[in-house]
C-alpha cells in the first residue's frame, strides 16, 4: 500500500488544522493506520492508531482530547483532526499503515512522505 500525508501548514496556537493520509490499494481496509510526528533533533513519537474497521484507537497522552482521529475505507483514507494546537504540535507528521495494530513506529511496514506542522505562539 502507498500512503500520502497532506494537509499540514501553519497555524497560531490554539488554531485547528485537519491532516489527510490517502492511500492506494484494494486492501487499505485491512491496514491499522497510525499517525507519528518527529520534531528537529527528537525521536519519531507515536500520535495516534486506527484499527482496521475504526473502533481501535488510542492517542499518545499529550495529543488526547485534542487530536481525533478517523478513517473513510470508501475513500480510502485517514484523517487526523488537530484542534488546539499548541507549539510543542510542531513537527513532521507522518502515516504509517501494518495489518497489526500497534503504536511501534518499527512495526509498520508502509510509511507516508510527511507533512509539516507547524505551530507559531
Known amino acids: 500500500v502507498q500512503l500520502q500525508a497532506s494537509g499540514g501548514g501553519l497555524v497560531q496556537a490554539g488554531g485547528s488544522l485537519k491532516l489527510s493520509c490517502a492511500a492506494s490499494?484494494?486492501?487499505?481496509?485491512?491496514?491499522?493506520i497510525g499517525w507519528f510526528r518527529q520534531a528537529p533533533g527528537k525521536e519519531r513519537e507515536f500520535v495516534a492508531v486506527?484499527?482496521?474497521?475504526?473502533?481501535?484507537?488510542r492517542y499518545a497522552d499529550s495529543v488526547r482530547g485534542r487530536f481525533t482521529v478517523s478513517r473513510d475505507n470508501a475513500k480510502n483514507t485517514v484523517y487526523l483532526q488537530m484542534n488546539s494546537l499548541k507549539p510543542e504540535d510542531t513537527a513532521v507528521y507522518y502515516c504509517?499503515?501494518?495489518?497489526?495494530?500497534?503504536?511501534?513506529?518499527?512495526?509498520?511496514?508502509?510509511w507516508g512522505q510527511g507533512t509539516q506542522v507547524t505551530v507559531s505562539s
Open positions: 504509517a499503515a501494518d495489518r497489526y495494530w500497534t503504536i511501534t513506529a518499527t512495526e509498520y511496514d508502509y
Open positions: 490499494g484494494r486492501t487499505f481496509g485491512s491496514y491499522s
Open positions: 486506527i484499527g482496521q474497521s475504526g473502533h481501535m484507537l
